[in-house]
């Protein structure tokens, strides 16, 4: 909590004597109640009498708890027991007070029945010292939250509905926000209440004082008066800024049109309250633009009327809300991603190809070295860069996953780099991308062989100087991440065709680690066999005890083009087959003899290419489900299909 200083005596300037403040201050769009030591009502701004359906006559001179009663309907009321102890506490100890999100129940006008109406609120109790250096008045601040708790309740009841045996989470961080928001606008106010007394100086110390930035201005728009706080959010000393046009405070690209909007408003005046979903900017001395929400309002003076504008600095709220916003997406991301199946849960195997591959993680994983993985589909690459992820320094934050085969050219770039609200057709919210979500993280981009040629240079960009905007958005948004990168393609043949960036692949290139493909690990197939066995086993509530010997010379003989995915699928397929705890191996699908048949291939992607041709005259055709040829295969349907357009392969090929 903070001790309240004294105000600084000289800060208003020669105009402040022809101002009214006392109709300043009820002007401002907080809601204010000032109490004197007996807790009697001295003060009330306008904007707090709108909020509890009072009038200034009606309560001024008056008890706070007397207007404000419990409401005698609930049978455990605590508003008035909890806000009196606030108060008490603040008389007491001298320092302001900021309650939780308090449920206080307002009574309606007698004229509307004068029955209780359901409220919670956010508020904040602040003394005002007087020379004495006792407690003169209490500022008590608060902020209407009834539609944020009442939203959050609604949710907390579908949720309840939807997962009846789910715990029902506390309010999210949405309610609190406005709360925390709330202190944050009261700090500045916090220094300087001591200041405030009964007088005309009174009020003037607490428009000089408020947390907002206030600015009156006369009919033409020339600035009469600013606060303290207008000059530290602009940057701008109090004598620059007095007898200037307020465009001066305009962002330039708004700042013609502007005078002609302050001439209609003028002439038709009236209140214009903050939170109207205007989106406003503000521009400060240095150049430089923030977002703002401004309260307008008329005041007549017998000088003529001067507009009162309030301006409040969205800045750190913004900030709040991206970082709320980002934290949820991050959010949903994982839980998304704890639904996935990645193959196996450990990297199983003891050949020396594996093991080489295993001491490039460790090398690798502590630093922040770009990392590219290659190897043939099947093998394993997400799981060794999980590896790498949660060996390096980053392991604490996000493994943010992409794969550029699997989604469509036109939507890959709002995927990659997020979206505004309305960038394009059908771009109904803000969307974060991969690479925001990946922050402090690791990005790792599987089948980078795919990415669009057109998006190459904007993700080199994003590598090398650490920053990117979303579509829709000049803002540059900064991102600290490491990449992971994999494929199955050659990329360096590729850039000889001119199908890849090579300014890219040298940068993807940092640190390439090379995978064997399973044919070549051999002597893991076994253990490779068994942990699948136990596995899809146990899943099963099933007990395989047995493999027979001719089953695993088979298995092992076989060449396993879909490498270790493939030999996962067959093995469950063989679990789901077996009845007894001997394991019965479907061997027909493998066309194995005692020695490999002859092959009319030359190499290795004619010897795919016939395979694959031969699981699809098998499957009739038939790509995707359960005994769809990519299943078969130990493939998914988008890697199949940039599999068969790889090789050539045609529909009239194998139907």
Avoid at 12 to 23: E, Y
């Amino acid at each position: 909590m903070y001790v309240p200083c004294a105000a600084a005596p000289g800060t208003m300037s020669k105009a402040s004597h022809s101002l009214d403040f006392r109709a300043l201050f009820e002007c401002l769009p907080g809601l204010y109640l000032v109490l004197d030591r007996d807790l009697t009502i001295v003060a009330v701004s306008d904007a707090y009498l709108r909020a509890t359906m009072t009038k200034r006559e009606e309560i001024l001179g008056r008890g706070v708890f007397d207007v404000f009663p419990d409401n005698p309907n609930e049978s455990a009321p605590s508003g008035v027991r909890n806000l009196r102890a606030s108060l008490e506490r603040v008389l007491r100890e001298k320092v302001s007070d900021t309650m939780a999100v308090q449920k206080y129940d307002i009574r309606k006008p007698a004229g509307e029945g004068g029955a209780f109406e359901e409220r919670f609120w956010s508020p904040i109790n602040s003394p005002v010292l007087g020379p004495d250096n006792s407690v003169a008045y209490i500022v008590h601040r608060v902020e209407d939250v009834t539609d944020f708790v009442r939203i959050k309740q609604q949710e907390s009841r579908r949720e309840a509905v939807q997962d009846p045996h789910g715990k029902t989470s506390p309010m999210e961080p949405e309610v609190f926000l406005r709360a925390r928001e709330v202190l944050e606008a009261n700090r500045l106010l916090e220094s300087a209440n001591q200041a405030l007394a009964r007088s005309e100086e009174h009020s003037r110390m607490l428009f000089e004082f408020s947390p907002d930035a206030v600015i009156v201005t006369d009919g033409q728009g020339k600035i009469a008066e600013v606060n303290g706080q207008a000059e530290r959010v602009f940057g701008y000393p109090r004598t620059e800024l007095l007898g200037q046009n307020v465009e001066m405070l305009v962002p330039e690209r708004f700042r013609n049109a502007h005078p002609q909007y302050r001439k209609d408003y003028v002439e038709q005046a009236r209140i214009r309250p903050m939170g109207v979903g205007l989106q406003l900017s503000a521009r400060r001395k240095d150049g430089t633009e923030f977002p703002v929400d401004i309260m307008l309002g008329p005041i007549d003076t017998p000088r003529g009327r001067i507009v009162l504008t309030v301006i409040r600095d969205l800045t750190e709220k913004r900030q709040a809300e991206e970082a709320l916003r980002r934290s949820q997406e991050e959010k949903r991301y994982l839980e998304e991603e704890l639904t996935l199946t990645h193959g196996f849960d450990e990297i199983i195997g003891e050949s020396a190809g594996l093991k080489r591959v295993l001491k490039q993680v460790e090398q690798v994983a502590p630093t922040h070295a770009t990392v590219l993985i290659l190897g043939e589909t099947g093998t394993g690459k997400e799981l060794i860069a999980r590896a790498i992820h949660n060996l390096s320094p980053r392991r604490e934050h996000a493994f943010v996953r992409l794969n550029c085969s699997a989604i469509p050219t036109g939507l890959l770039e709002s995927e990659l780099f997020g979206h505004e609200k309305g960038a394009f057709t059908g771009a109904i919210a803000q969307k974060i991308g991969r690479l925001e979500l990946a922050h402090e993280g690791t990005l790792f981009l599987d089948e980078i062989g795919d990415l669009p040629l057109e998006l190459q240079p904007k993700i080199l960009r994003a590598l090398q100087e650490k920053e990117f905007e979303r579509l829709g958005s000049a803002r540059t948004i900064p991102v600290n991440l490491r990449l992971i990168a994999a494929t199955n393609r050659n990329l360096a043949k590729m850039v000889e065709e001119g199908q890849f960036r090579s300014d890219l692949y040298y940068r993807l290139k940092v640190f390439p680690v090379q995978i064997p493909p399973l044919r070549e690990r051999q002597d893991d197939i076994p253990v490779l066999i068994r942990y699948f066995a136990n596995l899809h086993a146990r899943r099963m509530n099933r007990r395989i005890e047995t493999i027979p010997p001719d089953v695993m010379q088979a298995l092992v003989r076989w060449h396993w083009p879909g490498n270790i995915r493939e030999l996962e699928n067959f093995i469950e397929r063989a679990v789901i087959l077996t009845t007894g705890t001997t394991l019965r191996a479907p061997l027909s699908e493998l066309h194995l003899s005692a020695e490999p048949p002859p092959s009319s291939s030359t190499n290795l992607e004619d010897a795919e290419r016939e395979h694959i041709l031969r699981v699809l005259k098998e499957t009739k055709g038939m790509l995707s489900g359960p005994q769809g040829a990519a299943a078969r295969l130990g493939l998914k349907r988008t890697t199949l299909n940039s599999r068969l357009k790889k090789l050539g392969i045609k529909r009239s090929d194998y139907i």
